[in-house]
Nanobody, 127 residues
Framework: EAQLVESGGGSVEPGGSLRLSCTASGFTFDVSDRGWFRQAPGNECELVSSISSDGSTYYADSVKGRFTISQDNAQNTVYLQMNNLRPEDTAVYYC?????????????????????WGQGTQVTVSS
């Protein structure tokens, strides 16, 4: 069964760090993008960061300079290193593949309506 398995979420205090991992099981990454989305209760779906097969990256303005996306194609794994976390980063974070960030309407995203999605991992930033 093809699936994306996420790990690394949790609860941290403001200023803390977390590293999210997402591994493809039952399939391999192809030439499309892969990345991380997030959604908090009552909020819109947001593309946090994406990376292409050749390593080109995108970051939402709200996370630039704090988050870093990377990938290990041999392991079919994509990572999101999150530093200097803020309370507003609190959300469920989803890994997704099989999309092209350049074709998304970033202001009208609806999570889970395109590509392949993981089950999500909760990130809570609170003192």
């Amino acid at each position: 069964e093809a699936q994306l398995v996420e790990s690394g979420g949790g609860s941290v205090e403001p200023g803390g760090s977390l590293r999210l991992s997402c591994t493809a099981s039952g399939f391999t990454f192809d030439v499309s993008d892969r990345g991380w989305f997030r959604q908090a209760p009552g909020n819109e779906c947001e593309l946090v960061s994406s990376i292409s097969s050749d390593g080109s990256t995108y970051y939402a303005d709200s996370v630039k300079g704090r988050f870093t996306i990377s990938q290990d194609n041999a392991q079919n794994t994509v990572y999101l290193q999150m530093n200097n976390l803020r309370p507003e980063d609190t959300a469920v974070y989803y890994c997704a593949t099989d999309f092209l960030a350049s074709e998304l309407d970033l202001k009208r995203l609806v999570c889970h309506t395109f590509g392949n999605w993981g089950q999500g991992t909760q990130v809570t930033v609170s003192s």
